[in-house]
């Protein structure tokens, strides 16, 4: 069965930072995998996503992850952190054509000044 | 309107009350979902419709009833819930057969008195 780990419950970086929140999978074939942010009170808005190809993918708010087979994962990365990056992360893996999507339990990100 | 959304935004009930969560996708998608949010646990998917027809049902209590009368809208029918029921409930819509990318509405927040 598909699982998907986030270490990490918690981090908080200072604005300007990188930043890197951790993903880990479990998933016989290749995966189908995304990020997704939440901000407080919202729903889920799709960052980037995974399928095939080039595994250092582009996502929207200057995100990007990297898909690392022999380490089943794939870890969202920023360069520099804007204060209206904070918000709760989530990583899903997907099959295709298949239905649900597996996700983690989040990672809520807090942005010092 | 773009996008899913979902009405209302806002929903405080007693137990026996009886009420209705709406999502309607502007997408062009021909599967819709409902998942279920609680405070420290992983988003809990409840229902599937794709072609209008429910293809997964995750062990979700009678209390909950769902309806989906097309491909662009999907219904929550609540009635005698508890306490423990108090949740963001997210709709997500796909096009099945494409490595099931979903997109979020922006939940509705239940309070169950």
């Known amino acids: 069965a598909q699982s998907v780990t986030q270490p990490d419950i918690h981090i908080t970086v200072s604005e300007g930072a990188s930043l890197e929140l951790r993903c880990n999978y479990s998933?016989?074939?290749?995966?189908?995998l995304f990020w997704y942010v939440q901000s407080p009170g919202q729903g889920l808005q799709l960052l980037l996503k995974?399928?095939?190809?080039?595994?250092l993918v582009q996502g929207i708010k200057g995100f990007e992850a990297e898909f690392k087979r022999s380490q089943s994962s794939f870890n969202l990365r920023k360069p520099s952190v804007h204060w209206s990056d904070a918000a709760e992360y989530f990583c899903?893996?997907?099959?295709?054509?298949?239905?649900?999507?597996?996700f983690g339990k989040g990672t809520s990100l807090l942005v010092t000044p | 309107e773009t996008g899913v959304t979902q009405t209302p935004r806002h929903l405080v009930m007693g137990m026996t009350n009886k009420k209705s969560l709406k999502c309607e996708q502007h997408?062009?998608?021909?599967?819709m979902y409902w998942y279920k949010q609680s405070a420290k646990k992983p988003l809990e998917l409840m229902f599937v419709?794709?072609?209008?027809?429910?293809?997964e049902n995750n062990s979700v209590p009678s209390r909950f009833s769902p309806e989906c009368p097309n491909s662009s809208h999907l219904f929550l029918h609540l009635h005698t819930l508890q306490p423990e029921d108090s949740a963001l409930y997210l709709c997500?819509?796909?096009?099945?057969?494409?490595?099931?990318?979903?997109?979020f509405g922006p939940g509705t927040r239940l309070t169950v008195l």
């Open positions: 995974y399928f095939s190809g080039d595994t």
């Open positions: 998933y016989g074939a290749t995966p189908y």
């Open positions: 997408l062009g998608h021909n599967a």
């Open positions: 997500a819509s796909s096009q099945t057969g494409a490595y099931n990318e979903q997109f």
């Open positions: 419709y794709s072609l209008e027809e429910r293809v």
């Open positions: 899903a893996v997907g099959e295709y054509s298949g239905y649900a999507l597996n």
